[in-house]
């Protein structure tokens, strides 16, 4: 059996090796490495790709978020909502721009942030909501598009972990995340669905007027060469990344059909086990699988955890910490008991390898050392 990693790289770049090769190669024969060719029709191509206007490419997935927040002309002390439960990128952006981040708890069955807890967080002082398609499932965005409608707010998607995932409206009208808000963005970096060689992120909208801006922003605030007319900052997407990424865009469709074919493996090879909850399939959302992340509901995540290491199977804890008990972006507002959800995710979440490279013998080695601990 081929060795377990959380994420294989190396497979999926030998099955395209010479193509890679041979596109890097032509980067640095035209040496172009900076907003050459490559970078304009990657961002193109994603555009066609996600049917969305406008796609500015930026250093990476962070810094996305964070120009995103700053082309809407956010001011200190606006209040900017977001899950309680997700990595620390987003709430970090919201406490570097002197926004006050306003976390709410989310929903048990999607990990996704929860639109009725959204709803009693609005204040006068709200100006954007950031919902996270966190492990590969949107959130629900409908509603919050109504929520963001009444309240005049501005919603920014953070698409890292969901690109090339679905999300169906009520009408039936089906479109991709990270294009339904005002803004979306995600991120390339290497473990990401679409990820490239290094790192690399994306910004989407369909609106012109915050397109030009995000195109100034991440340039030096320059919209006119050497002209500067806001503070921007410098966050630019390689060549050579977006050479990799060219490459690898025609192929998300399958990757994520692979990821998805992998999770029904997991689900059949756990479907009897009671201990542990499967991820839930939102019939509203294709679920891409970032991450495939189980809940032990018999308390003893930690110790199989401790058992997996002990067999050399990797896993992930995503996220062992809420971001309301992180020391860096602590507020007065957040209220222990007011996060019941993520309090008992932290407690009971545990993500195994998922990628598109997983053979079934090595899924079934992986599961049968979480039944065999748990059963
Ligand atoms: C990965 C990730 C980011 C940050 O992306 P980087 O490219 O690492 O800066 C932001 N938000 C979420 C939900 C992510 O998973």
Not at 98 to 127: C, G, M, R
Not at 164 to 173: E, Q
């Amino acid at each position: 059996m081929k060795k377990i990693q959380m994420v294989d790289l190396q497979t999926q770049y030998e099955a395209l090796r010479p193509e890679i090769d041979q596109n890097i190669q032509n980067v640095i024969q035209s040496a172009r490495f900076i907003n050459g060719p490559d970078v304009k029709s990657l961002q193109q191509e994603l555009a066609d790709y996600l049917d969305v206007k406008h796609v500015i490419t930026c250093g990476n997935g962070t810094d996305a978020l964070q120009i995103s927040l700053m082309a809407l002309g956010l001011k200190p002390g606006d209040e900017v909502i977001t899950a309680d439960f997700t990595f620390a990128a987003t709430v970090e952006v919201i406490g570097l721009l002197n926004l006050k981040p306003v976390l709410v708890d989310v929903h048990p069955d999607t990990f996704n942030i929860d639109v009725e807890q959204v709803k009693k967080a609005i204040t006068p002082k709200t100006k954007a909501i950031i919902p996270v398609h966190l492990f590969g499932q949107a959130a629900d965005i409908e509603p919050l598009l109504q929520i963001a409608e009444e309240h005049n707010l501005y919603i920014v998607e953070d698409n890292a972990q969901a690109i090339g995932s679905d999300y169906r409206f009520s009408d039936g009208r089906i479109a991709k995340t990270g294009t339904m808000g005002t803004i979306g963005t995600t991120s390339f970096f290497p473990s990401k669905n679409l990820g490239c060689y290094g790192d690399g992120g994306a910004i989407f909208t369909n609106d012109d007027h915050l397109a030009h801006r995000l195109r100034g922003i991440v340039n030096h605030g320059m919209y006119k060469r050497y002209y500067h007319d806001e503070i921007g900052v410098n966050s630019r997407l390689d060549s050579i990344q977006a050479a990799v990424l060219r490459t690898k865009l025609p192929l998300l469709d399958r990757y994520n059909d692979t990821r998805r074919q992998a999770a029904d493996v997991y689900d059949r090879l756990f479907g009897d086990c009671e201990q542990v909850a499967l991820p839930y399939r939102d019939p509203k959302s294709t679920h891409v699988f970032h991450q495939y992340t189980l809940r032990i509901k018999n308390g003893k995540r930690d110790a199989l955890a401790e058992h997996l290491k002990e067999k050399g199977i990797p896993f992930g804890i995503y996220y062992p910490v809420p971001l309301h008990l992180q020391k860096a972006y602590f507020q007065d507002s957040f209220v222990h008991e007011n996060y019941p959800v993520t309090n008992m995710l932290v407690e009971e979440v545990i993500s195994l390898p998922m990628h598109t490279e997983l053979e079934l013998e090595q899924q079934e080695y992986i599961a049968g050392g979480v039944r065999k601990f748990l059963l």
